[in-house]
């Protein structure tokens, strides 16, 4: 198995007799891209300070390319961290791009020859002489990212580099930054609470709540199988209803849902009190009866609309199956349908995309892949 | 308003017709308060840098004292510094008293705390957030407070600014440690004061009009370095 590049054990930060960060094990490897995803407040930041040396742990173990971290100016010069805000020294942006460079001695041509490079790759060769305090939010993102990448770091920590740019600024800088994150096998770690970036850019989801690594994985299975109703509710899981296993065939489960059966996920043994859980994406609408042909949907329930709102470009349904049941549709299927409180409808959703947990199973899931 | 229009042509034809005891008084002006700015300056900075980056037992303590040392009476100061450089005084066995040396200590001990505590107040001004970023370039403490220096280089300036006018424009110390004596200890406050006690009043107006005009000139010089700065 190819080694981390950057690996914490038991890492324990603790504040005024508060514990802020209480992480078991993170590992980021080369290449890859571990989106660490949680709420505010939840220790994200502190845990990137942790790692990229800025802050020295109560207790715990670092370990860079296999040796433990003792010298840490030294191994922090193998990182680079971007932050929440683009944080320019007051000076023109090309020294800012250098800084870095400058403070490891290297070399005035080489830093020059490197600035110019970075400056192209992440399109501002045009502000390489502006001072940085006349730029926009965007462009001093992008400086900050620039910054970072120079320095070639084996490492690099991206801390919600783009929470503070309005949308197409954060689409411009994100289309660029992905290309970039898989050069040289660095590994990065990119903080976000958006799930839409951590799906795009991560290769791997973590997701943090009250300082403690909850879940670890693919992304796909962080957010199709999320490990508990709290992660559930937090990766956008917004059917969540207690059932109970009437029987298991063929691994797929038989699930009675108040007085409904539902059939899908897998885990659970006959009698298990779980939690179903099912992603609004997932759950298809239709004012045809069931006419019983076939289709690769296998659940199919009666269900009467109680409420519609406007959720982005989309519509959110909430439905009533029985149990509360949510799905996700376009304006057009709602006008087509002619869908509104109190219609009628047909609830589909298949097997696969039923998650269930077990009432009282563990917080912790980890699946590093 | 003769006396002052008097005194401005004094003081012009003091300057122009190069009179030697003006430049001579000029002279050590410039060097007993330009000396006194730089002692400030490095413990000013130095002990700013201490209070701003570290959190010492007891700052808030030591800061509130540096604040109000902005306000010390330079005739206290005069009194204090003289009393320790007396014969019979602790520091004696130096011979400073009524010399050059002794008006550069009393002046630094007048400007230390206005620069230490504007410059306190200048490098906590700073973002946090930036001495963390800074650090997470790979910066070691040493580059770490260049770096953070520079950030603050302008309010650092009238930080340094304050001191020196502090220390130039101060009259009752310089007195009372230096004696005021001809060719060795006279500046331009200690020398208006002498010519105005002499009821030479327009000599006095124009070496207040000459200091005034070496404070402008300073002040104008460091404040177009400031406000060279781009604006965000």
Not at chain 2, 33 to 50: C, D, E, N, Q, R
Not at chain 2, 93 to 118: D, K, R
Not at chain 2, 198 to 205: A, H, L, V
Request: proline share 5%; hydrophobic share 45%.
């Amino acid at each position: 198995m190819t080694e981390p590049v950057l690996a914490v054990h038991d890492l324990w930060l603790n504040q005024g007799g508060r514990t802020i960060v209480n992480v078991d094990r993170v590992e980021l490897y080369p290449g890859e891209v571990l989106a660490l995803l949680g709420p505010n407040g939840a220790g994200k930041s502190t845990l990137v300070q942790l790692m990229a040396l800025l802050v020295r742990p109560t207790e715990g173990r670092i370990v860079l390319q296999g040796n433990p971290v003792r010298d840490t100016l030294s191994c922090r010069r193998r990182m680079a961290v971007v932050l929440q805000e683009p944080l320019l020294l007051d000076t023109s942006v090309r020294s800012n791009v250098g800084a870095g460079l400058a403070l490891r001695g290297v070399r005035r041509e080489e830093r020059v020859r490197r600035v110019d490079e970075w400056l192209e790759r992440l399109g501002i060769p045009h502000l390489a002489g502006r001072s940085a305090r006349t730029l926009s939010g965007g462009e001093a993102q992008r400086v900050s990212l620039a910054r970072a990448f120079v320095v070639e770091p084996e490492v690099l920590f991206l801390d919600e580099p783009f929470s503070a740019l309005d949308a197409p600024t954060r689409a411009g800088v994100m289309s660029d930054l992905q290309p970039l994150l898989k050069r040289n096998g660095m590994a990065t770690m990119f903080v976000t609470h958006d799930r839409a970036e951590a799906l795009l850019l991560g290769d791997r989801v973590a997701v943090m709540m009250d300082g403690r690594i909850r879940q670890i994985g693919r992304a796909s299975d962080i957010f199709s199988a999320p490990a508990d109703e709290e992660i559930a509710q937090f990766v956008g899981v917004e059917t969540i209803t207690l059932g109970r296993v009437q029987s298991v065939t063929d691994g797929v489960a038989t699930v009675e849902v108040s007085d409904r059966i539902i059939e899908g996920g897998s885990g659970v043994n006959a009698g298990d009190e779980v939690l179903v859980c099912l992603r609004p994406e997932d759950v298809s609408i239709s004012r045809a009866p069931d006419d019983g042909s076939p289709t690769s949907v296998r659940n199919h329930l009666p269900a009467r609309v109680t409420r519609i709102v406007p959720w982005g470009s989309f519509r959110r349904l909430e439905l009533d199956a029985g149990f509360p049941l949510v799905a996700l549709v376009t304006q057009h299927a709602v006008d087509d349908l002619e869908l509104g409180p109190g219609a009628e409808v047909l609830a589909g959703f298949k097997a696969t995309a039923i998650h269930l947990i077990r009432k009282g199973s563990s917080t912790q899931s980890w699946n590093p892949d | 308003m003769d006396l002052i229009w008097d005194g401005v042509k004094e003081a012009v034809r003091l300057i122009f017709t190069g009179n030697g005891y003006v430049y001579e008084v000029l002279f050590t002006s410039l060097y007993v308060s330009g000396a006194a700015t730089l002692i400030g300056l490095v413990s000013g900075f130095g002990i700013a840098a201490a209070l701003a980056f570290r959190s010492p037992p007891g700052r808030v303590v030591v800061v509130g004292a540096f604040n109000a040392g902005m306000a010390l009476p330079p005739v206290a100061v005069g009194l204090f510094v003289a009393v320790l450089l007396w014969r019979s005084g602790p520091l004696g066995q130096l011979h400073l008293l009524y010399t050059p040396g002794a008006i550069i200590v009393a002046q630094s001990v007048i400007a230390t705390p206005v620069i230490t505590a504007l410059s306190v107040a200048a490098l906590q001004s700073i973002n946090p957030r930036l001495r963390l970023q800074i650090t997470a370039l790979g910066a070691s403490r040493l580059q770490t407070a260049v770096l953070l220096f520079r950030e603050a280089r302008y309010s650092l300036l009238a930080a340094v600014m304050a001191g020196f006018g502090a220390a130039i424009s101060e009259v009752g110390a310089t007195i009372m440690v230096g004696g005021n004596i001809k060719g060795e200890t006279r500046t331009l406050t200690s020398a208006t004061v002498l010519e105005v006690q002499k009821g030479n009043f327009e000599t006095g107006i124009a070496f207040s009009l000459i200091l005034l005009l070496v404070i402008f000139a300073v002040v104008l010089g460091v404040t177009h370095v400031q406000q060279r700065r781009p604006l965000s």
